[in-house]
Protein backbone atom coordinates (compact mmCIF):
# COMPACT_ATOMS: atom_id res chain seq x y z
CA UNK A 1 0.00 0.00 0.00
CA UNK A 2 1.20 3.74 -0.75
CA UNK A 3 1.53 6.22 1.43
CA UNK A 4 0.47 9.45 0.63
CA UNK A 5 3.36 12.30 1.42
CA UNK A 6 2.84 14.54 4.45
CA UNK A 7 3.29 18.14 3.87
CA UNK A 8 5.32 20.32 5.65
CA UNK A 9 2.70 22.57 7.47
CA UNK A 10 5.78 24.88 8.31
CA UNK A 11 7.02 25.19 4.56
CA UNK A 12 5.73 27.57 2.00
CA UNK A 13 3.96 26.04 -0.81
CA UNK A 14 4.82 24.98 -3.85
CA UNK A 15 4.27 28.00 -6.12
CA UNK A 16 5.68 30.30 -3.34
CA UNK A 17 9.01 30.96 -4.50
CA UNK A 18 7.70 32.04 -8.35
CA UNK A 19 4.95 34.35 -6.59
CA UNK A 20 8.17 36.10 -4.86
CA UNK A 21 9.68 36.08 -8.03
CA UNK A 22 7.22 37.42 -9.88
CA UNK A 23 6.41 40.21 -7.36
CA UNK A 24 9.50 41.78 -7.59
CA UNK A 25 11.08 44.68 -10.10
CA UNK A 26 13.19 44.11 -12.58
CA UNK A 27 16.09 45.85 -11.36
CA UNK A 28 19.79 44.92 -10.37
CA UNK A 29 19.34 46.36 -6.77
CA UNK A 30 16.22 46.66 -4.63
CA UNK A 31 14.77 49.02 -1.73
CA UNK A 32 13.43 47.12 1.49
CA UNK A 33 10.29 47.99 0.18
CA UNK A 34 10.79 46.01 -3.15
CA UNK A 35 11.39 42.81 -0.59
CA UNK A 36 9.13 43.28 2.02
CA UNK A 37 6.31 43.22 -0.69
CA UNK A 38 7.64 40.27 -2.46
CA UNK A 39 7.91 38.75 0.66
CA UNK A 40 4.49 40.07 2.42
CA UNK A 41 6.57 40.94 5.34
CA UNK A 42 7.44 44.25 7.14
CA UNK A 43 9.90 46.40 6.12
CA UNK A 44 10.76 45.83 9.49
CA UNK A 45 11.67 42.17 8.74
CA UNK A 46 13.49 42.87 6.15
CA UNK A 47 15.80 45.14 8.05
CA UNK A 48 16.34 42.37 10.18
CA UNK A 49 16.98 40.08 8.04
CA UNK A 50 19.78 42.53 6.66
CA UNK A 51 20.89 43.07 10.28
CA UNK A 52 20.87 38.99 10.55
CA UNK A 53 22.89 38.61 7.50
CA UNK A 54 20.81 36.80 5.41
CA UNK A 55 20.28 39.14 3.28
CA UNK A 56 23.15 41.43 1.44
CA UNK A 57 22.88 44.93 1.52
CA UNK A 58 24.25 48.25 1.14
CA UNK A 59 23.67 51.49 3.29
CA UNK A 60 23.85 54.18 0.90
CA UNK A 61 23.91 56.73 4.12
CA UNK A 62 26.71 54.71 5.73
CA UNK A 63 29.13 57.16 7.89
CA UNK A 64 26.43 59.81 7.84
CA UNK A 65 24.30 60.84 10.55
CA UNK A 66 21.44 60.01 8.63
CA UNK A 67 19.07 57.30 8.75
CA UNK A 68 19.71 53.85 6.67
CA UNK A 69 18.84 53.41 3.54
CA UNK A 70 19.84 50.21 1.95
CA UNK A 71 19.65 49.18 -1.66
CA UNK A 72 19.99 44.79 -1.59
CA UNK A 73 21.26 43.59 -4.79
CA UNK A 74 18.49 40.81 -6.17
CA UNK A 75 20.41 37.91 -6.49
CA UNK A 76 20.70 38.72 -2.65
CA UNK A 77 17.03 38.38 -2.50
CA UNK A 78 16.65 35.16 -5.16
CA UNK A 79 19.14 33.00 -2.40
CA UNK A 80 17.28 33.95 0.43
CA UNK A 81 13.73 33.22 -1.72
CA UNK A 82 15.34 29.50 -2.55
CA UNK A 83 16.87 29.17 0.95
CA UNK A 84 13.40 29.33 2.62
CA UNK A 85 11.42 26.99 -0.24
CA UNK A 86 14.54 24.55 1.10
CA UNK A 87 13.86 24.76 4.50
CA UNK A 88 17.58 26.24 5.13
Known amino acids: MARSQQLDMFSPPPVWLETVMRRLPAH ?13 VST ?5 WIE ?3 IEAVNLNA ?10 PRASVVALAEHIVAGI
Open 63 to 72: GTAKKAFFKI
Open 28 to 40: DFLSVVDVALAFS
Open 52 to 54: QGR
Open 44 to 48: TKVIE
